[in-house]
C-alpha cells in the first residue's frame, strides 16, 4: 500500500491564509449555480484568513487541514452542536476539498480526523448537493428531515445525523 500524497494536520497559523484561499476555492468549485454568482464573487481572502485566524485561536484543536506540500487542499472543522436544541452534542461545520482532489480519500481522511468515527454527530448540507449527501451517508450519516435556509443564500439546507457507533 502506497502513502497518500496529503497530510492532515491540526490547522496552525502558519495555515489560515492557505486555508482561506482554498475554503473559497472549495465554494466556487462546489457551488456554481446554487449559490448566486455575486456571492461567490464577494468573498475575500484576507477577510476570510483573518476569520481563520480567530477561529483558530478562540477554538484550537477544531479544525483540521490536509496539504499537498505547502497546499491546503482540504478542511474540516466540527465542535459542539450550535443547534437548538442539539441533536448530537457533536457537530460537523465544515468540510471541503478541492475539486481536483475528489474521490481520492481526503475527505475520508480529514472527517475521521475531525470527528470520532464512533461519535454521534449531526451536519447541514445544501439540499441540492447529492454528492455530498452520498459520502455522509457512506459515513453513516442520515436525514432526519430537519431543513433550513442557509445564512448566506437562499438554498435549502437539511440536517444529516449519525447515531453513535454507526460508522465503523
Same mark, same amino acid.
Given at each position: 500500500?502506497?502513502?497518500p500524497e496529503w497530510v492532515i494536520l491540526p490547522l496552525a497559523a502558519e495555515h489560515t491564509y492557505r486555508l482561506a484561499e482554498c475554503h473559497i476555492a472549495c465554494w466556487r468549485e462546489a457551488y456554481p449555480g446554487l449559490v448566486p454568482a455575486h456571492v461567490l464573487d464577494a468573498f475575500d481572502v484576507e477577510r476570510r484568513a483573518e476569520?481563520?485566524?480567530?477561529q483558530r485561536v478562540e477554538y484550537s484543536g477544531r479544525t %483540521? !487541514?490536509?496539504l499537498a506540500d505547502d497546499r491546503v487542499i482540504g478542511f474540516a472543522t466540527a465542535g459542539a452542536s450550535l443547534d437548538t436544541p442539539p441533536v448530537t452534542p457533536l457537530q460537523l461545520n465544515a468540510l471541503y476539498v478541492r475539486a481536483s482532489w475528489y474521490g481520492t480519500g481526503v475527505a475520508h481522511d480529514l472527517l475521521r480526523a475531525a470527528v470520532d468515527p464512533s461519535a454521534a454527530c449531526s451536519? %447541514? !448540507?445544501f439540499e441540492e448537493n447529492p454528492r455530498?449527501?452520498?459520502f455522509y451517508r457512506k459515513h453513516g450519516f442520515a436525514l432526519d428531515g430537519t431543513r433550513r435556509v442557509e445564512a448566506f443564500t437562499p438554498a435549502i439546507e437539511v440536517r444529516m445525523v449519525r447515531p453513535s457507533g454507526a460508522e465503523q
Amino acid at each position: 500500500m502506497t502513502e497518500p500524497e496529503w497530510v492532515i494536520l491540526p490547522l496552525a497559523a502558519e495555515h489560515t491564509y492557505r486555508l482561506a484561499e482554498c475554503h473559497i476555492a472549495c465554494w466556487r468549485e462546489a457551488y456554481p449555480g446554487l449559490v448566486p454568482a455575486h456571492v461567490l464573487d464577494a468573498f475575500d481572502v484576507e477577510r476570510r484568513a483573518e476569520q481563520w485566524e480567530r477561529q483558530r485561536v478562540e477554538y484550537s484543536g477544531r479544525t %483540521w !487541514v490536509a496539504l499537498a506540500d505547502d497546499r491546503v487542499i482540504g478542511f474540516a472543522t466540527a465542535g459542539a452542536s450550535l443547534d437548538t436544541p442539539p441533536v448530537t452534542p457533536l457537530q460537523l461545520n465544515a468540510l471541503y476539498v478541492r475539486a481536483s482532489w475528489y474521490g481520492t480519500g481526503v475527505a475520508h481522511d480529514l472527517l475521521r480526523a475531525a470527528v470520532d468515527p464512533s461519535a454521534a454527530c449531526s451536519l %447541514w !448540507v445544501f439540499e441540492e448537493n447529492p454528492r455530498a449527501q452520498s459520502f455522509y451517508r457512506k459515513h453513516g450519516f442520515a436525514l432526519d428531515g430537519t431543513r433550513r435556509v442557509e445564512a448566506f443564500t437562499p438554498a435549502i439546507e437539511v440536517r444529516m445525523v449519525r447515531p453513535s457507533g454507526a460508522e465503523q
